[in-house]
């Protein structure tokens, strides 16, 4: 019964209204192929500085991407974005990346892939790929869902994808390419688009390469929104997680774009651990920060305040057991939507950093190990485990974040490399 139940709600958290396909003629297929003319190069080249950054460059009718939460793959799914968005409303939420040829061969089976709760929005889809045609197809096919932005990845290390031809981060080698793919799939799609990016890959992490890239991206194809990760990427030797962690952080590089493109909007990502971070990045200038790992192991604590201290919206009085209650119907609507997936263990997941630093956390992942075991509804596993937790943790709203910014941006800004000095428009357009 509940299942049932649940089934429906979940239909209703399919696709919404689809939306026109533009440029299905010969624009859309010569940008496929790649063959975008030098007139149309110069176009964007003159075209690139008319626009006001948090109007045009995303969704209107959402507030401005100032906070995002990073695309990370096996985590940001369909199950992490409903918990989110039960603590803030506002937070710009990525999907995990989707590799372009996953949309394009799961034809008839996109929902899987695609499909998300219409109380997401704003949503970004994360796409990667490095077959125009299937790039474009994938973003033709993702229209119907209705995200709200779509970002490339150009910044994925995995070998995975790195090593398949130009994929991830290697692309930041061949900037040509991803100006193609921008404008492929900018031209089957009705959203803005950005790009997701390191600042280096290897020994090519000069900030004037950096700018190469931002500059030839921007200038030859419709993209004005840049994600950058702050650290570059070593393509051998390291594991993806390593180069998580080991490249060091450069946020006087991603400072600087901000300063040499000033047309352009960046939104600051990596090592970015507590809001009151993020409002010192912003403070300094930045147009949006993006935070992953810190807003998936701490949700409460880290999205719980982005409401008030980013948009400025009243304190919550939600409490954890409010949220509890919800994603609980959520999670027994979906148990079992594609045979025995997701099971409760992959539902509850999104959950296990929900207790942060609180009193009985330990106990509580320990009900949960056991519960695993045998769980076969949510509600059970909640009833089962949540005895771990006091109730002044589960009936507590959030508390007010703490003001006064921590300096660890300011040191970056007082060390920003030389102005870029752009590529001549003749050796763009020839290059
Ligand atoms: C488990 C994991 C998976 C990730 N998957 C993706 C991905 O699919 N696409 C992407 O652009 N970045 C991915 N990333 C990188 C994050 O988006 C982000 O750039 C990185 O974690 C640095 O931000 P943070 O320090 O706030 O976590 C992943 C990171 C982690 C930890």
């Not at 695309?71 to 992490?80: A, F, I, L, R, V």
């Not at 008030?308 to 009085?317: K, N, T």
């Amino acid at each position: 019964m509940m299942k049932s139940a649940g089934h429906i709600l979940f239909a209703s958290l399919t696709p919404l209204p689809s939306v026109t396909l533009k440029n299905h003629g010969r624009l859309s297929s010569n940008l496929v192929h790649g063959n975008i003319t030098k007139s149309r190069k110069l176009h964007h080249y003159h075209q690139k500085c008319q626009f006001h950054k948090d109007s045009i460059m995303v969704a209107t009718r959402y507030p401005p991407p100032w906070f995002s939460v990073a695309p990370m793959m096996e985590y940001t799914d369909n199950h992490y974005r409903t918990l989110a968005r039960l603590i803030s409303r506002h937070a710009w939420l990525y999907t995990e990346m989707i590799a372009a040829e996953t949309i394009v061969f799961q034809k008839g089976n996109l929902d899987r892939f695609l499909a998300f709760g219409p109380e997401q929005h704003p949503i970004v889809l994360q796409i990667g790929g490095s077959d125009l045609e299937n790039i474009a197809k994938a973003t033709q096919l993702a229209n119907s869902y209705g995200y709200d932005e779509i970002n490339f990845n150009c910044g994925c290390p995995s070998p995975k994808v790195a090593g398949k031809g130009c994929f991830g981060v290697r692309l930041m080698l061949d900037p040509k390419f991803v100006a193609n793919a921008m404008s492929v799939i900018a031209a089957n799609t009705d959203v803005p688009v950005s790009v997701k990016c390191r600042i280096g890959v290897d020994n090519q992490d000069s900030y004037n390469e950096l700018c190469d890239f931002i500059y030839k991206v921007s200038s030859l194809s419709p993209t004005k929104h840049f994600i950058i990760h702050s650290r570059k990427a070593l393509l051998n030797g390291i594991s993806p997680k390593e180069n998580r962690s080991i490249p060091p952080l450069k946020y006087e590089y991603y400072y600087a774009l901000v300063r040499d493109f000033p047309d352009l909007r960046f939104t600051i990502n990596g090592g970015i651990n507590t809001i009151d971070e993020v409002n010192a990045a912003r403070s300094e200038g930045a147009h949006g920060v993006m935070v992953g790992r810190a807003a998936y192991n701490n949700p409460w604590n880290l999205l719980g305040h982005v409401d008030s201290a980013i948009y400025g919206a009243p304190l919550s009085s939600l409490t954890r057991r409010q949220v509890i209650e919800k994603y609980q119907v959520y999670g027994d609507s979906v148990l079992g939507l594609y045979g025995p997936k997701p099971n409760v263990r992959e539902v509850i997941k999104p959950l296990l950093g929900f207790f942060h630093s609180e009193p009985g956390n330990g106990l509580w992942k320990r009900k949960a190990d056991a519960a695993f075991l045998h769980s076969t509804t949510v509600k059970s596993f909640f009833e089962e485990t949540l005895v771990a937790i006091p109730d002044s943790v589960l009936d507590s709203p959030i508390t007010e974040a703490s003001i006064g910014f921590p300096d660890v941006f300011a040191d970056s800004k007082s060390r920003l490399p030389s102005p870029y000095t752009a590529v001549r428009e003749e050796e763009l357009l020839y290059a």
